[in-house]
Nanobody
Framework: VQLQASGGGLVQAGGSLRLSCAASGRTLRSYTMAWFRQAPGKERDFVAAVGWKGDTADYADSVKGRFTISTDIAKNTVYLQMNSLKPEDTAVYYC????????????????WGQGTLVTVSS
């Protein structure tokens, strides 16, 4: 399975970005999809996760109400819509997939994308 993340970039505080993660190699219908992020000098943190049907979303407290994770089964793609961005959201964002029912723990991820950089200026 290959995961290809895209959509990162430079945005001003208060702006929006949408990240995409396209999966190839096999269908991910039975997987939980997740987004993590890693800021410079910090550990990789959980951001959001969703079951492939898109009906069981989970968010870190720091992004709840601002970010939305969703899936497109036909395109085998998961999205992360990020609104009201803050400078502290600056990080490399990684998508990941796991066969476990929950997606908060990075150690349980089976597959990782390559990361896409999000920079939020103040």
């Amino acid at each position: 399975v290959q995961l290809q993340a895209s959509g990162g970039g430079l945005v001003q505080a208060g702006g929006s970005l949408r990240l995409s993660c396209a999966a190839s190699g096999r269908t991910l219908r039975s997987y939980t999809m997740a987004w993590f992020r890693q800021a410079p000098g910090k550990e990789r943190d959980f951001v959001a996760a969703v079951g492939w049907k898109g009906d069981t979303a989970d968010y870190a407290d720091s992004v709840k109400g601002r970010f939305t994770i969703s899936t497109d089964i036909a395109k085998n793609t998961v999205y992360l819509q990020m609104n009201s961005l803050k400078p502290e959201d600056t990080a490399v964002y990684y998508c990941a997939a796991t066969q476990r029912p929950h997606g908060r723990c990075s150690n349980y991820m089976d597959y990782w994308g390559q990361g896409t950089l999000v920079t939020v200026s103040s």
